[in-house]
């Protein structure tokens, strides 16, 4: 491997880990007169290019434009710069015109590379744990924050933060979160305003209906933005029939999923007007009672 391919992937690596979206930019034909070559690569984030080389300054323009987009829908491009282009697509390939007097043509494939989506849980209870556990199976890299967490009691996730300040909090977490509240009865109110100020792409609330109308309106009392709270989903998840945590943290998390795939907050589960059914956790051999917990919103 060239150092030239090594400088690009140790770029690539870093932009990963600081959750940066970008495109691999590669030259497939050439046209001479032009400073690249089949090959070519260069890596390039929104704001302009970070690494590596597909000719001199005459496409970039175009390329930018085009790696912008890119980033926007997910979508991989066809690109040509070409003397005689005119910004108009050609079949399956984008056409610019060549700003330079020197000539040639570039063509180019543009692919989008984005950080994986976020999903912020937000306490320490069994269905926040069971989340934390099943969301990176689906793609999401996991912050967790929880008043006292410690790190290895939560192997799954990228990032534990052991608070739920709503001022710091949004400091040390990516925006565009995904924000999941499953605090169930310990701080929730706190929990909810954390979430509130991390302005994320969506906040699910782990809570019954009933619950969920108290802690909503205690937040708009209290000086939250109203439209804010309402926009919390509660109560959270795609009705399943669940009743264990494992299965509760699985419909909030589809809930979450179609949400991404849909590019907005998914309603609540329950429609306004129907009310939720509460199901029993199975009792255990002891036959000791169990609290209920609603089919897709977990107990009060």
Same mark, same amino acid.
């Given at each position: 491997?060239?150092?030239?391919?090594?400088?690009?992937?140790?770029?690539?690596?870093?932009?990963?880990?600081?959750?940066?979206?970008?495109?691999?930019?590669?030259?497939?034909?050439?046209?001479?007169?032009?400073?690249?070559?089949?090959?070519?690569?260069?890596?390039?984030?929104?704001?302009?290019?970070?690494?590596?080389?597909?000719?001199?300054?005459?496409?970039?323009?175009?390329?930018?434009?085009?790696?912008?987009?890119?980033?926007?829908?997910?979508?991989?491009?066809?690109?040509?710069?070409?003397?005689?282009?005119?910004?108009?697509?050609?079949?399956?390939?984008?056409?610019?015109?060549?700003?330079?007097?020197?000539?040639?043509?570039?063509?180019?494939?543009?692919?989008?590379?984005?950080?994986?989506?976020?999903?912020?849980?937000?306490?320490?209870?069994?269905?926040?744990?069971?989340?934390?556990?099943?969301?990176?199976?689906?793609?999401?890299?996991?912050?967790?924050?929880?008043?006292?967490? /410690?790190?290895? %009691?939560?192997? !799954? &996730?990228?990032? #534990?933060? @052991?608070?739920?300040? *709503?001022?710091? $909090? +949004?400091?040390?977490?990516?925006?565009?979160?995904?924000?999941?509240?499953?605090?169930?009865?310990?701080?929730?109110?706190?929990?909810?305003?954390?979430?509130?100020?991390?302005?994320?792409?969506?906040?699910?609330?782990?809570?019954?209906?009933?619950?969920?109308?108290?802690?909503?309106?205690? /937040?708009?009392? %209290?000086?939250? !933005? &109203?439209?804010? #709270?309402? @926009?919390?989903?509660? *109560?959270?998840? $795609? +009705?399943?029939?669940?009743?264990?945590?494992?299965?509760?943290?699985?419909?909030?998390?589809?809930?979450?999923?179609?949400?991404?795939?849909?590019?907005?907050?998914?309603?609540?589960?329950?429609?306004?007007?129907?009310?939720?059914?509460?199901?029993?956790?199975?009792?255990?051999?002891?036959?000791?009672?169990? %609290?209920?917990?609603?089919?897709?919103?977990?107990?009060?």
């Amino acid at each position: 491997m060239s150092t030239h391919a090594q400088d690009l992937l140790a770029t690539a690596r870093r932009l990963g880990e600081q959750d940066e979206a970008y495109a691999l930019v590669s030259v497939l034909r050439v046209q001479p007169p032009a400073a690249a070559k089949p090959g070519d690569k260069a890596i390039v984030t929104r704001d302009g290019f970070v690494d590596g080389w597909i000719g001199g300054g005459c496409a970039q323009p175009a390329v930018l434009r085009t790696v912008q987009q890119a980033l926007e829908d997910g979508q991989a491009r066809l690109l040509r710069v070409a003397p005689d282009g005119d910004a108009k697509p050609l079949d399956d390939v984008l056409q610019f015109g060549m700003s330079c007097p020197s000539g040639g043509t570039l063509e180019l494939f543009v692919d989008p590379v984005l950080p994986r989506a976020r999903l912020t849980v937000i306490g320490d209870s069994p269905v926040a744990q069971a989340l934390a556990g099943l969301a990176p199976r689906v793609g999401f890299a996991v912050s967790v924050v929880a008043q006292g967490a /410690l790190p290895e %009691a939560w192997p !799954d &996730a990228q990032q #534990v933060l @052991a608070g739920d300040c *709503p001022h710091a $909090t +949004p400091k040390k977490i990516a925006p565009g979160s995904f924000v999941v509240v499953a605090t169930q009865g310990k701080r929730d109110v706190q929990g909810l305003r954390c979430a509130l100020a991390l302005g994320g792409r969506g906040v699910w609330l782990v809570a019954s209906a009933r619950k969920a109308g108290v802690l909503k309106q205690s /937040l708009v009392t %209290a000086g939250s !933005d &109203a439209e804010a #709270v309402a @926009a919390i989903v509660a *109560p959270a998840g $795609t +009705p399943i029939g669940a009743r264990t945590p494992e299965e509760v943290a699985l419909s909030v998390l589809a809930a979450v999923v179609a949400a991404r795939r849909q590019g907005t907050a998914a309603p609540a589960a329950v429609a306004a007007g129907e009310a939720a059914d509460p199901v029993e956790m199975p009792t255990p051999s002891l036959e000791r009672p169990v %609290a209920a917990i609603s089919s897709c919103c977990g107990g009060d």
